[in-house]
């Protein structure tokens, strides 16, 4: 009898710190930081800022995490004389990803606010934008904490506009 309490035991501690390890590897706090090649496209042609973009995530469980996203412009694009820049952009997403070994694969559906910002000819002006956006991307795992990826995100589609883009991005696991 005591062998087997003296082995159950063993199996409890090794379970445990097992566990503690798993948890020690990642908080399940994220972040990444990357550049997105934008397209602003209507009626006139595609306009293509570029923009420095970050997310901060928290998996809410293995297969679902919630996001937050902030960027600002790095890149103004002039067509006909006029200069167009996203100033600033937000979003909050639902994350459904799955993981095959070291790769994730991803998609994101929320809600994203651009404020876009247009000059020339001595006039200015700018708009904010905002409405329903999704993704769907991929990241390699280098380790269990750092990490690279490649997504497309479309922020908004409404009234004859769209903007959308691809990021690469590299990120870090807490």
């Known amino acids: 009898m005591t062998k087997i309490s003296i082995l159950a035991a ?5 379970a445990g710190v097992a566990q503690a390890q ?18 602003l496209k209507s009626d006139d042609p595609t306009i293509k800022p570029g923009a420095l973009r970050g997310i901060v995530g928290w998996d809410l469980h293995p ?7 902030l960027a600002t412009g790095l890149k103004d694009d002039t067509v ?42 001595g006039l200015s002006g700018s708009d904010s934008y905002g409405s ?11 380790s269990k904490t750092i990490y690279g990826g490649l997504d497309y995100m479309q922020y908004y589609k409404k009234d004859g506009l769209k903007v959308d883009g691809v990021t690469l991005n590299v990120g870090y696991r807490f």
């Not at 798993?22 to 397209?39: I, R």
């Open 132 to 142: 329903f956006a999704w993704g769907l991307g991929g990241r390699y795992n280098f």
């Open 22 to 39: 798993t948890a020690a590897a990642t908080s399940g706090l994220y972040g990444d930081v990357g550049y997105s090649f934008l397209n």
């Open 80 to 121: 006909d004389g006029v200069k167009f820049k996203v100033t600033r952009s937000y979003g909050i997403f639902v994350t459904p990803k799955y993981s095959f070994d070291q790769f994730e694969v991803f998609g994101r559906v929320g809600y994203a606010d651009s404020k876009i910002k247009a000059s020339g000819l």
């Open 63 to 69: 297969n679902v995490a919630i996001e937050a996203m």
């Open 10 to 14: 063993a199996l409890l501690l090794a």
